[in-house]
C-alpha cells in the first residue's frame, strides 16, 4: 500500500480509481479528512489531503500525528510520498519547476513533533541523517524523466511555520543557511513517517519565487501562485502515476 499525501494544489487526486473512503480514529486525534483508498494503475493507494478537502487547514495546525499514525496502522500504509507546493530559493528553483529534495532544515515551532514524549510511550532517539527516503527519491526521480518531466535532484527543503509567508530578510537568513527552497509543511511531517518506520519522499512543486527574489522581489502574487500550481499539476499527477507502475 502506497500513500501520497496531496498538499496545496492537490486536495484531490484524479487519476485515482476511488474504491471506498474510510474514517479514521487514532490514539492523536483526527486526521486531516477521511482516508480514501483506491488504485492507480492497478496499484492500491490510499490517499489523504493534508490541508483537509476543502483546504480549512493551515499548516501549524495540521494534525501530523494522527496523519501519519491513520496511514501506517489505519491503512497499512508502507510507503509514503508527500507532494507540497514550495517557494523557489535557489536561481535555478523557478515557478513550475518539480524537485526531489534530499534534506530539511526545520524552522517551526510548537507543533507535536513526535510520538515519544516520555512517560508510558517512553523516549525514542531517531537517525535523521538522511531525512527522505533514498530508494523513494530515485524512483519518483526515474518516473519524472521516464514522462520527459524536467525534475531536479535533491534541494535543501527549509520548513517555516506558516501561515504567512516569509518577509526577504526571512529568505536571506534562510539562503543563508544553505536552504534552497521553502515550505510549511515538510516537518514534523518527516520526522514522523521516520519514527513509524515508514519510508518517505517528497515531490515539490515550486509555486513561486520566495520573498524578495525575482518576480516576488516587492510582493508574491497568489494569482500567479495558484496559476503555476494548476500548470503543474498534470506533471505531478503523471509523475506518481508512472511511480504507481514502476517504481518501489
Known amino acids: 500500500m502506497l500513500a501520497i499525501i496531496g498538499g496545496s494544489g492537490l486536495t484531490q487526486l484524479a487519476i485515482l480509481e476511488i474504491e471506498r473512503r474510510q474514517v479514521v480514529r487514532t490514539p492523536f486525534g483526527e486526521p486531516s479528512g477521511p482516508l480514501i483508498f483506491g488504485r492507480i494503475g492497478g496499484r492500491q493507494v490510499v ?66 513533533a513526535t510520538f515519544f514524549e516520555g512517560g508510558d510511550s517512553g523516549v525514542t532517539h531517531i537517525d535523521f541523517t538522511q531525512p527522505y527516503d533514498p530508494t523513494i527519491r530515485h ?52 520526522a514522523l513517517a521516520r519514527e513509524q518506520d515508514l519510508p518517505y519522499g517528497a515531490l515539490c512543486v515550486v509555486a513561486n519565487w520566495a520573498a524578495g527574489r525575482q518576480s516576488s522581489a516587492r510582493a508574491i502574487s497568489f494569482s500567479q501562485v495558484e496559476e503555476t500550481l494548476q500548470a503543474a499539476m498534470g506533471r505531478v499527477r503523471d509523475v506518481l502515476g508512472r511511480f504507481c507502475e514502476d517504481g518501489c
Open 47 to 112: 490517499f489523504l489531503a493534508r490541508h483537509g478537502y476543502g483546504h480549512t487547514i493551515p499548516p501549524h495546525l495540521v494534525n501530523y500525528r494522527a496523519n501519519l499514525w491513520a496511514l501506517k496502522h489505519g491503512a497499512g500504509a508502507l510507503h509514503v510520498i508527500s507532494v507540497a507546493s514550495v517557494g523557489g530559493i535557489r536561481s535555478d528553483l523557478g515557478p513550475g519547476t518539480l524537485v526531489v529534495p534530499d534534506q530539511i532544515i526545520d524552522y517551526t515551532w510548537g507543533r507535536a
Open 139 to 190: 524512483e519518483l526521480l526515474e518516473a519524472a524523466r521516464s514522462g520527459g518531466h524536467a525534475i531536479v535532484d535533491g534541494a535543501v527543503y527549509a520548513a517555516t511555520q506558516g501561515p504567512r509567508l516569509e518577509t526577504a530578510a526571512e529568505i536571506d537568513r534562510l539562503e543563508g543557511d544553505g536552504a534552497h527552497v521553502v515550505g510549511m509543511t515538510g516537518m514534523p511531517e518527516a
